[in-house]
């Protein structure tokens, strides 16, 4: 199934909407993001910037945040 090119527009909204999917779930569990990323084991500042959609994660960093949060992966891509 051939799909358009993502425009650099279209990935960043959907970086944003990722970011914010992070969000949701973290608050959801009740857990500041210093708690999360301590729990992920990454920096506050690397958290901050993911969280904010600044910050493009790796998936390795994707999995430990979700781990951290106590989520499904598939939780953050979801739209």
């Given at each position: 199934m051939y799909h358009e090119p993502l425009t650099?527009?279209?990935?960043r909204a959907r970086r944003l909407q990722i970011a914010?999917?992070?969000r949701a779930a973290r608050i959801y569990t009740g857990y500041t993001q210093e708690e999360?990323?301590?729990r992920a084991g990454i920096s506050l500042d690397s958290y901050n910037r993911i969280e904010q959609?600044?910050?493009?994660?790796r998936i390795d960093t994707?999995?430990?945040i979700?781990?951290?949060?106590?989520?499904e992966l598939e939780a953050f891509v979801r739209r």
């Open positions: 650099p527009e279209r990935v914010d999917n992070i999360t990323s301590i959609g600044h910050a493009s994660p994707l999995i430990k979700a781990d951290a949060i106590g989520v």
